[in-house]
């Protein structure tokens, strides 16, 4: 009997255990699958994934290696666009010598000097001074704050298009020489670092005078007086640590011996003036050395997010301008900003650009291209394989922003001199064969001028850069008409190169009025054509 029962037993807990595993088993299928549902990553898919990595020919494995050992500019350079490109030019501005920003983001101060000037500035001057206007608005943001929470230093090396313009304004520009580089310009992380500590402690500071004056109910009067007076000392106190980094400024009303050099006649190519030497002030020297007044700059834009249309963006980041820190801008379609680029390095003005840099670029000789490098390197079967996001999407998608300034100096126009009419040259008194001559053609398309459907015969534009002489082409870059086409956003161009109704627009129109910015990704509802 006692056989029987244990006999009994053990059949029950066998049951029991064989109806547990069932049971360890269906909730593991039932957590992998809700897990698949959920749209984690499976151990299953893992496992498929890792079969798919396998290479599918000898080929593929040795490319895949090739790209772990030398990177991929190495190994996936397209030959055809790297071996066909060179540096030829069919018409070129003088420029200076190329700059190096370095460690540093202040593209902005480079580019547009080297747009305005033929004259070695200092970087270093106006950056002084785009911190200090910086700080300054920082701390009158902390006084003026409702709110119970703190307000971070915000504070950028980075700047507006407008900004330049107003520091030029307000403090003039300096030869090289009086404000050089320093270390701390070179690479500002340690600098940025201790100037918004110190500019927090100040913050700080000011806070807690102003709640103590507000506990113990000082006059409204008093409190501003106060206030005012801290943020001076602080700004004091700011200012000598950019000294400290950045060099002592000169005065504003200091005179200064300076050797002019003659800047070149309208056209690019004219006679320059001779040397003179004379004696500046900040300001004098900016009105003496300027070959395009900032003033008179139009922000050309083509953000395809955007209708076309005349914008003003009104800045809550920009300095306590004594206007309102608005931004204008034309929106245009990218065949009109390109066709305007044309019409100002025609017209010999140097062309300050913002575009993204971080696609499709080679640093041995400069190219700029979308095709530059080779997608084949990563063995994808056709069904892996996305299509090319065209520039609404990838705008869209924060694949592309204009994240770095350069200028255009030249463009490349294969063939114009064959487009030179017969009755133009007999007109000049030339002959036939003078239309190969240098300039003969550039005379007769400024006289034709720029037309629609000009932009697609130039196959690259010649860009000076500020990243120095190692990187490129001995610091020139190229930009072919393709790349320009997908990654720049926006030129400076003087007005006088806008067409009449451009200008009409620009100079009488009432803009539509922006409180976000002009560049937001969420203004994706009417974008272009």
């Not at 030129?491 to 803009?511: A, C, H, Q, R, Y």
Request: aromatic content about 10%; hydrophobic content about 35%; charged content about 25%.
């Amino acid at each position: 009997m006692a056989k029987k029962l244990n006999v009994l037993i053990f059949v029950i807990f066998s049951l029991i255990n064989t109806y547990a595993d069932a049971g360890v088993r269906k909730q593991g299928a039932c957590e992998e699958t809700v897990r698949a549902l959920n749209g984690s990553l499976s151990p299953a898919w893992i496992k498929k994934m890792l079969l798919a990595l396998k290479p599918s020919s000898m080929s593929a494995e040795h490319l895949r290696d090739d790209v772990q050992k030398g990177g991929l500019n190495a190994v996936g350079l397209n030959p055809k666009i790297y071996n066909s490109h060179t540096d030829n030019y069919t018409w070129e501005l003088p420029s200076l010598p190329i700059s190096n920003q370095a460690q540093s983001g202040r593209c902005w101060d480079f580019s547009y000097e080297l747009m305005i000037s033929d004259q070695l500035l200092s970087p270093n001057y106006p950056f002084f001074y785009h911190l200090l206007e910086q700080g300054n608005n920082y701390f009158q943001d902390v006084i003026e704050n409702k709110t119970t929470g703190a307000i971070a230093p915000n504070i950028s090396e980075g700047a507006w298009d407008e900004q330049f313009p107003y520091l030029m304004k307000n403090y003039g520009l300096v030869p090289y020489n009086l404000m050089p580089e320093t270390a701390s310009s070179q690479n500002t992380r340690a600098m940025m670092a201790e100037i918004k500590q110190y500019l927090a402690e100040w913050a700080y500071k000011i806070e807690s005078a102003k709640r103590k004056m507000l506990e113990d109910r000082v006059s409204d009067a008093k409190i501003v007086e106060r206030l005012d007076a801290l943020k001076n000392t602080g700004l004091i106190g700011y200012s000598k640590l950019l000294a400290t980094h950045l060099g002592t400024p000169p005065a504003l009303d200091k005179e200064f011996q300076f050797d002019l050099v003659g800047n070149p006649g309208s056209d690019g190519i004219g006679v320059h003036t001779p040397i003179q030497t004379k004696l500046y002030n900040p300001f004098a020297f900016a009105a003496a050395i300027t070959l395009f007044k900032p003033e008179d700059q139009v922000v050309i834009a083509s953000n395809p997010l955007r209708p076309e249309g005349f914008y003003k963006e009104i800045k809550s980041d920009a300095y306590r301008m004594s206007s309102d820190g608005s931004a204008k801008i034309l929106n245009v379609s990218m065949a009109r900003l390109q066709q305007l680029t044309l019409t100002a390095l025609l017209g010999g003005q140097r062309v300050r650009f913002d575009a993204d840099v971080t696609h499709d670029v080679e640093y041995s000789k400069g190219i700029m291209h979308p095709d530059i490098y080779d997608d084949n390197v990563y063995d994808l079967k056709k069904s892996e394989s996305p299509r090319p996001l065209n520039r609404v999407n990838s705008v869209r998608y924060y694949l592309a922003d204009p994240d770095h300034a350069m200028v255009k100096t030249a463009f490349h126009w294969p063939g114009l001199e064959k487009l030179v009419p017969k009755a133009w040259l007999e007109s000049k008194g030339l002959k036939e064969e003078d239309r190969y001559k240098p300039g003969v053609a550039i005379i007769w398309l400024r006289e034709r001028g720029i037309k629609p459907g000009d932009e697609k015969k130039i196959l690259k534009t010649k860009v000076q850069n500020s990243w120095g002489t190692d990187v490129g082409t001995l610091g020139i870059f190229h930009d072919y008409q393709p790349w320009s086409s997908k990654y720049e956003f926006s030129i400076l161009v003087d007005k006088k190169f806008l067409s009449p109704e451009e200008l009409g627009t620009w100079n009488f129109n009432k803009p539509t009025l922006l409180k976000e910015e002009f560049w937001s990704h969420d203004s994706d509802k009417k974008p272009q054509k």
